[in-house]
């Protein structure tokens, strides 16, 4: 009799927790949607949000997530986890093959190469100690100097810098005003480029380059102290077998030979440190370079739509919404993700570098670095949010991951688009929800 009784109450003991759990879920799920639906700034624009619990591998709350938005540079996220998935531990620098008296050798699209924080040299060394005349061949690459939809009026701009198999110094000229207010260019070989037009006035001192050139050219006016500003160079195989033989210190000499079979590949940076360059501060140049390197390592060729193409048919075939992917910066107002994408690629990525303290190394941390150092600012300084933000005109977006007061984890995405007012009101009003949720859970 005893046996017959035990069956019902525990049965009754797992329906009583499951209510108990699902009228939990659903209390915080009403808390959350009221944020949403009592927010002013959030209804004057296309809004999407996902959280989901990494713990409980459910869905808590939604809105619009199965709608696609502009991610900006959310895309990068869509690029590291390609890259994960296709590099090694290590980006490779060069190609090469040793012939005779005759070192020749390939780019990869290696964004380490002489980057100047990222300061790849083990490519270099091995051209300046080999003993050998170089030979560069610039073959490899097949793609643009820019990404599908890329804004042309920007080409002046840091942030777009070309693309090329090749990149050195991170591909943009560095022109500042030194010790003794001089106007200077690094690299120092472009000084020639470097010129002064009396009929250039813009509202303050600013360096123009010509759009189908390198020429910079600066106005006649005084020189500001202190002055720095970045702009990307126009590249070409000239100019990139120019400036090796300039820092080389030997000759650098352009053939046109295809990449043969037993081409050795040299590695260069860490590819963590690559990835933590990228995302913390959400560097352009670096993502599209890192498509290129997966291209090389997987195809032999250099090329953004193969890669994409493939990671799409092959690494994210089981997101909810098919993603339409163009760029590996998120330049380009071509891309559109859902955010429930956007919550299946941040469980894969989890799943794929297998270390959560690593993970969130590598990406902005409220508080504390990147693009949110100035935000998700806690009294003890404990950073409770990692993500990656997305940001340029009208759009701004964060997808990351969460950790509540209670130790809860969470991935979430917000996406705002189309709205006008300005980007610190999205953003602050962002902050107050996302910290609203790490306070109630």
């Known amino acids: 009799m005893q046996l017959k009784l035990h069956v019902p109450i525990t049965l009754f003991c797992w329906l009583l927790v499951f209510f108990c759990t699902s009228c939990a879920y659903n209390t915080r799920r009403a808390k959350i949607k009221r944020q949403f639906t009592h927010s002013a700034l959030l209804r004057g624009h296309f809004t999407g949000f996902a959280l989901f619990d990494l713990d409980d591998h459910k869905m808590v709350y939604e809105l619009n997530s199965d709608k696609y938005f502009n991610p900006a540079s959310n895309t990068k996220l869509f690029t590291f986890y390609a890259s994960l998935k296709m590099l090694g531990d290590s980006i490779p620098a060069l190609k090469y093959v040793v012939r005779n008296d005759s070192l020749i050798f390939w780019g990869t699209g290696d964004p380490s190469f002489l980057h100047s924080d990222l300061k790849g040299v083990k490519g270099y060394s091995l051209l300046k100690n080999s003993g050998k005349n170089i030979y560069y ?122 990449l043969p079979a037993d081409a050795k590949v040299l590695y260069n940076t860490n590819a963590d440190t690559v990835y933590r360059h990228m995302l913390q501060p959400s560097d352009n140049y670096i993502a599209e370079q890192l498509l290129l390197a997966c291209s090389s390592t997987k195809f032999n060729t250099l090329n953004t739509d193969s890669v994409i193409n493939y990671a799409k048919k092959n690494l994210l075939n089981d997101l909810p919404d098919a993603p339409v992917w163009v760029d590996g910066s998120g330049l380009s107002r071509y891309n559109l993700f859902t955010p429930r994408s956007i919550i299946k690629l941040l469980c894969k990525i989890q799943e794929a570098v297998n270390n959560e303290e690593l993970l969130h190394s590598m990406l902005a941390s409220g508080g504390s670095s990147g693009t949110v150092k100035n935000a998700y600012i806690t009294a003890k300084g404990q950073p409770f949010v990692w993500l990656k933000t997305g940001s340029f005109s009208n759009n701004y977006n964060q997808s990351g991951y969460l950790v509540t007061k209670k130790g809860r984890r969470f991935a979430f995405v917000f996406m705002n688009n189309n709205f006008t007012e300005p980007t610190r009101m999205i953003r602050d009003e962002m902050v107050r929800i996302v910290t609203f949720i790490h306070d109630g859970y």
């Not at 560095?174 to 207010?181: C, G, K, P, S, T």
């Not at 260019?185 to 010509?210: E, V």
């Open 137 to 258: 061949s610039p073959v490899s690459y097949t793609g643009n100097l820019y990404g599908p939809g890329w804004a042309w009026d920007d080409y002046n701009d840091y942030y777009q810098a070309e693309i090329n198999d090749l990149p050195l110094e991170n591909n943009v000229a560095l022109i500042y005003a030194d010790e003794h207010d001089s106007l200077q260019i690094k690299p120092g070989y472009l000084r020639k480029h470097l010129k002064c037009d009396s009929a250039y006035r813009p509202a303050k001192f600013h360096i123009r380059r010509d759009i189908l050139s390198n020429t910079f050219f600066y106005p006649f006016m005084a020189l500001p102290k202190g002055f720095k500003q970045e702009v990307p160079w126009k590249t070409g195989a000239e100019l990139t077998a120019e400036l090796l033989q300039d820092t080389l210190k030997m000759p650098v000499t352009i053939v046109h030979q295809p």
